[in-house]
């Protein structure tokens, strides 16, 4: 049971990068799941999530309007789009699952955290 967060890299500030999260071992169908980002020093905050069975989502402020998720069952794989990208956004990006997605979840009630992916925002 495993989550592999990648697609991140080095893009210029307007920039556009499209994370994957991808699930081995189970199916992604049965859960939620969230994506995160902790930036050097600071905690992992939450950032998006999508539920499992209608795809409904919840998006942090601080990034509605440039990041979308999405989820493809075929390929057992969340993705997230992130548009409009600034370097307060470089971080290394993390997904995890959840049994719902909502407003209010912790970080902690997320479970089968993957290895993260570093996107770096910079001229």
């Known amino acids: 049971v495993q989550l592999q967060a990648s697609g991140g890299g080095l893009v210029q500030p307007g920039g556009s990068l499209r994370l994957s999260c991808k699930a081995s071992?189970?199916?992604?169908?049965?859960?939620?799941v969230g994506w995160f980002r902790q930036a050097p020093g600071k905690g992992r905050d939450r950032l998006s999530c999508?539920?499992?069975?209608?795809?409904?989502?919840w998006y942090v402020d601080s990034v509605k309007g440039r990041f979308t998720i999405s989820r493809d069952k075929a390929k057992n794989t969340v993705f997230l789009q992130m548009d409009d990208l600034k370097p307060e956004d470089t971080a290394v990006y993390y997904c995890?699952?959840?049994?719902?997605?909502?407003?209010?979840?912790?970080?902690?009630?997320?479970?089968?955290w993957g290895q993260g992916t570093l996107v770096t925002v910079s001229s």
């Open positions: 071992g189970f199916g992604l169908d049965y859960f939620a």
């Open positions: 995890a699952t959840a049994l719902v997605c909502d407003s209010y979840s912790a970080v902690t009630e997320y479970e089968n």
């Open positions: 999508i539920n499992n069975i209608d795809d409904s989502t």
